[in-house]
């Protein structure tokens, strides 16, 4: 199992320039969410979705697409980037379900995506 | 809406010290709670969790206990290692799916 995948690791990107985070799990969950991570703020739900077709706004959603045509994908698009972007992307999956059954609602993250947009 | 805080950091300590990092939280329902651990330039994994009330989870020597009185999930350690050193995150989940997480406690310790 390889986990959550998230590409590319690092990017550089010019005001106003557009770009897609990849997010692939191979688990077969059917919950998906992004985060970002900022210093002192912890981190703060982006997008989120419970099943392939299903998506849904988080805290900070502003400047921010998804779509989910598979359940094994969850990419982040950003429109037009800004400085305030400027941070590290988490994707994160999970199985939703009964509180007994087991890796139910944990979630697993990918290794992060650090942006810097100038 | 949902909110967990968590004690303000960064919290360091010697070797073999006691750890406790505080976790409250405010949520409609009944959540699920959990404790993460980020090491250095990775991401988040599951340290422990606790899905109903006076749950103790535990893993690698930690413990936390889900006080609903409380409403707290705090994180203990009666020995800590260097290897410890990482940033630690509570947070709760509901039925609804959506995750709320702290801000993060930075423990360093020092040998």
């Known amino acids: 199992n390889a986990g959550v995948t998230q590409t590319p690791k690092f990017q550089v990107l010019k005001t106003g320039q557009s770009m897609t985070l990849q997010c692939a799990q191979d688990m077969n969950h059917e919950y998906m969410s992004w985060y970002r991570q900022d210093p002192g703020m912890g981190l703060r739900l982006i997008h989120y979705?419970?099943?392939?077709?299903?998506?849904d706004q988080g805290e900070v959603p502003n400047g921010y697409n998804v779509s989910r045509s598979t359940t094994e994908d969850f990419p982040l698009r950003l429109l037009s980037a800004a400085p305030s972007q400027t941070s590290v992307y988490f994707c994160?999956?999970?199985?939703?379900?009964?509180?007994?059954?087991?890796?139910?609602?944990?979630?697993?993250f990918g290794a992060g995506s650090r942006l810097t947009v100038l | 809406g949902n909110s967990v805080t968590q004690m303000e950091g960064p919290v360091t300590l010697s070797e073999e010290a006691f750890l406790t990092i505080n976790c409250t939280y405010t949520a409609t329902g009944y959540p699920s709670l959990f404790w993460y651990v980020q090491y250095p330039g990775e991401g988040l994994q599951l340290l422990l969790k606790a899905t109903k009330a006076d749950d103790k989870g535990s893993n690698k020597g930690f413990e936390a206990t889900y006080r609903k009185e409380t409403t707290s999930f705090h994180l203990e350690k009666g020995s800590v290692q260097v290897s410890d050193s990482a940033v630690y995150f509570c947070a709760l989940r509901t039925n609804a799916g959506k995750s709320t997480f702290g801000d993060g406690t930075t423990l360093t310790v020092k040998p």
């Open positions: 994160a999956s999970s199985y939703v379900g009964e509180r007994g059954r087991s890796g139910a609602n944990v979630l697993t």
């Open positions: 979705s419970v099943g392939a077709g299903i998506t």
